[in-house]
C-alpha cells in the first residue's frame, strides 16, 4: 500500500531534487556535464518556486542563471510556455526583463513545469528596495523608466501576443472587473458602507471601452521588479497578463499598499506620477488621468475586500491563522485609502 | 467584578512580554507570526480602553446622517445597534436616487468612523491625506 499522506518534503531534499533536475536538463540541452552550485531560493514555500544557481559546465565555464518552476502540474495561472513566450515578446518590444533561456513543461526534470532566464542582479523585496533607491537617488530614474516599460508593453500589436492571451480580452475590461468586484463584495464581514460608496462610484464612473485594448502585465509594482544600483533592472511575474485597459497597469503599482511608508511617492514609493507620465507619454503612450483614477478606485476596494476574504477564510476554517485573521483589521486602512480618493470636493 | 490586572492590564503585559522576551529568541517565519500577534495584542489593548466611546460616537453619526433618534434604534447591544445602522446606510447607498448632497454627508461620516478605527487598528495611517492623488 503507498502511504496516503507522504510526508512533506524537506527543504534540502527539495534543493538537491531541483539541483538534479537542472543538471540533467541543462546537460542534455548543452550536451556536456552540468554542475549546479550556489543554489538561493528567493521565494522558498510559495506557490511557485524561484531559484537562483550557477550552471557549470564540464569545461569549467559559470553561467548565472534563475528557474523559476512549479512545484506539480496543476497551479498554475498561465501554461509556462505561453509566459515564456510573452516574456520574450515583452524583450523583443523593450521591456528590461530576464531573458528567456528555455521553458519547458515536461515534470520529469523538477517536478512541474518551469523555464530558465539569465539571473539579473539586484534587490526586490520592497523594503529593501526602497532603502537601496534612498540611497542611491534612483526613485526618479526608476518612475521614468516604469513609464517607459508600460510604454513599450502597451505598443505591442496584438498579433504578437501569445494567442493564448489574446482570448483573454473582454469588451469592456472595467465593467468586466466592476462585476467581478460586485461578487467579492461576499467576502465582506458585517455591513460596510464604505465599500457601498466605493461600488456607487465605480458604477457611475464606470469608463467606457479603452480605446484599443493591449498587452498588460496587472502586477507591475514594488515587489515584482529587480531593481539594482542604477535603477530598473527587470520586470518579473508575468503569469497574470492578460489583455487589457492599460490605464489597469499603471494604476496597480500606485496604491498606497505598495508604498511600503512612502505614502507621498504615489509610484511605489519611488517618486510621484508625473515621471510615470512623462516616461508613458515619451513612449508612445496615452496617458488618461480620469481612467487611471478610476483603476486606482477600483484596485484600492478589491485589495480591501481580498483582505476580507483573509479573514473570513481564517474564521470559517479554509486557512485559519493568525496572518489572516490580522488581514481583518487591515480593511480599515484600505477603507481610510478609498475615503481619500473619493474626498467630494472642498473636504 | 474581576480581580486586578484588568483586562487592559493583562493586555498590555502579554504584548510587553511577546515584544520583550519571546520576540528577541525566535526568527524567521515564528518570528514574523509572533510580531503579528503582539500588533494584535497593542490593537486589543487600545480597543479595551477605546472601543465603547468610539463606538457610541459612531451611532450618533449614523443616526445624524440617517435622520433616525435613539428611540428609533433597535432593542440591543450597542453593537447590534451600530452594526444594524451600517446596514440600513448600506441599503441607503444602494438607492439609485439619493437626496443632494447625502453622498458628501455619508463620505464625512464614514471618514470620521475610518480615522476612529483607524486609531484603534493603526494609530498614524491617517496623517497622510493623499490630496495630490484626487482628480
Redesign the interface.
Known amino acids: 500500500m503507498s502511504a496516503a499522506n507522504p510526508q512533506p518534503e524537506t527543504g534540502e531534499a527539495r534543493r538537491a531534487r531541483v539541483a538534479d533536475g537542472l543538471a540533467r536538463f541543462l546537460g542534455s540541452q548543452w550536451n556536456t556535464d552540468v554542475r549546479i552550485e550556489g543554489m538561493v531560493e528567493t521565494s522558498a514555500g510559495a506557490r511557485r518556486g524561484n531559484v537562483l544557481f550557477d550552471a557549470v559546465t564540464a569545461d569549467g565555464r559559470r553561467q548565472p542563471l534563475c528557474v523559476t518552476y512549479l512545484p506539480t502540474l496543476n497551479i498554475e495561472l498561465m501554461n509556462i510556455l505561453t509566459e515564456a513566450e510573452l516574456i520574450g515578446v515583452a524583450e523583443r518590444a523593450g521591456v528590461p526583463v530576464p531573458h528567456v533561456h528555455f521553458a519547458s513543461e515536461d515534470p520529469s526534470w523538477v517536478g512541474g513545469p518551469f523555464f530558465i532566464t539569465d539571473r539579473v542582479e539586484g534587490e526586490t523585496v520592497p523594503r529593501r528596495v526602497l532603502r537601496q533607491v534612498a540611497a542611491d537617488g534612483t526613485g526618479k530614474a526608476i518612475v521614468l523608466a516604469l513609464g517607459q516599460a508600460f510604454a513599450a508593453l502597451h505598443q505591442v500589436p496584438l498579433e504578437q501576443a501569445p494567442a493564448a492571451l489574446a482570448e483573454s480580452g473582454e469588451a469592456n475590461p472595467a465593467e468586466a472587473a466592476l462585476a467581478r468586484l460586485a461578487e467579492q463584495m461576499d467576502m465582506l464581514l458585517?455591513?460596510?458602507?464604505?465599500f457601498?460608496?466605493g461600488?456607487?462610484w465605480l458604477s457611475r464612473e464606470l469608463p467606457p471601452p479603452p480605446p484599443r485594448l493591449t498587452i498588460v502585465h496587472d502586477d507591475i509594482r514594488n515587489g515584482n521588479i529587480i531593481v539594482d544600483h542604477n535603477g530598473l533592472a527587470a520586470v518579473l511575474d508575468w503569469e497574470v497578463a492578460k489583455l487589457g485597459d492599460p490605464m489597469e497597469d499603471l494604476a496597480w503599482p500606485c496604491l498606497?499598499c505598495w508604498r511600503f511608508g512612502e505614502?507621498?511617492k504615489?509610484v511605489g514609493g519611488f517618486a510621484?506620477r508625473e515621471g510615470l507620465i512623462r516616461g508613458y507619454r515619451e513612449g508612445g503612450g496615452q496617458f488618461d488621468?480620469?481612467r487611471f483614477?478610476w483603476w486606482?478606485v477600483l484596485g484600492t476596494m478589491r485589495w480591501g475586500l481580498g483582505l476580507a476574504g483573509q479573514a473570513r477564510g481564517h474564521l470559517d476554517g479554509t486557512f485559519s491563522?493568525?496572518?489572516m485573521?490580522?488581514s481583518g483589521?487591515?480593511v480599515?486602512?484600505q477603507?481610510?485609502?478609498l475615503?481619500?480618493?473619493?474626498?467630494?470636493r472642498g473636504? | 467584578m474581576q480581580d486586578r490586572p484588568d483586562a487592559r492590564e493583562l493586555l498590555a503585559t502579554l504584548g510587553d512580554y511577546l515584544e520583550g522576551e519571546l520576540l528577541p529568541a525566535l526568527e524567521g517565519p515564528l518570528n514574523?507570526?509572533t510580531r503579528?500577534?503582539l500588533?494584535?495584542c497593542r490593537?486589543l489593548e487600545r480597543e479595551t480602553r477605546l472601543g465603547s466611546s468610539y463606538l457610541l460616537r459612531e451611532r450618533e453619526r449614523l443616526c445624524r446622517l440617517l435622520g433616525l433618534g435613539l428611540e428609533d434604534l433597535l432593542p440591543g447591544s450597542l453593537h447590534d445597534q451600530v452594526?444594524d445602522l451600517?446596514?440600513q446606510?448600506?441599503n441607503e447607498?444602494?438607492v439609485e436616487m439619493l437626496p443632494a448632497g447625502f453622498?458628501?454627508s455619508?463620505?464625512?461620516t464614514?471618514?470620521a468612523t475610518?480615522?476612529d478605527?483607524?486609531a484603534i487598528?493603526?494609530p498614524g495611517?491617517?496623517s497622510?491625506?493623499?490630496?495630490?492623488?484626487?482628480?
Open positions: 458585517q455591513p460596510a458602507p464604505v457601498s460608496l461600488m456607487r498606497r505614502d507621498g504615489e510621484g488621468a480620469q483614477h486606482k491563522n493568525i496572518v485573521a490580522a483589521r487591515r480599515a486602512e477603507e481610510y485609502d475615503l481619500c480618493l473619493l474626498r467630494p473636504r | 514574523y507570526r503579528v500577534a500588533n494584535l490593537i452594526e451600517n446596514q446606510l448600506v447607498l444602494a453622498e458628501a455619508a463620505w464625512d464614514l471618514m475610518t480615522r478605527k483607524l487598528v493603526r495611517y491617517d497622510y491625506e493623499a490630496r495630490e492623488e484626487a482628480p
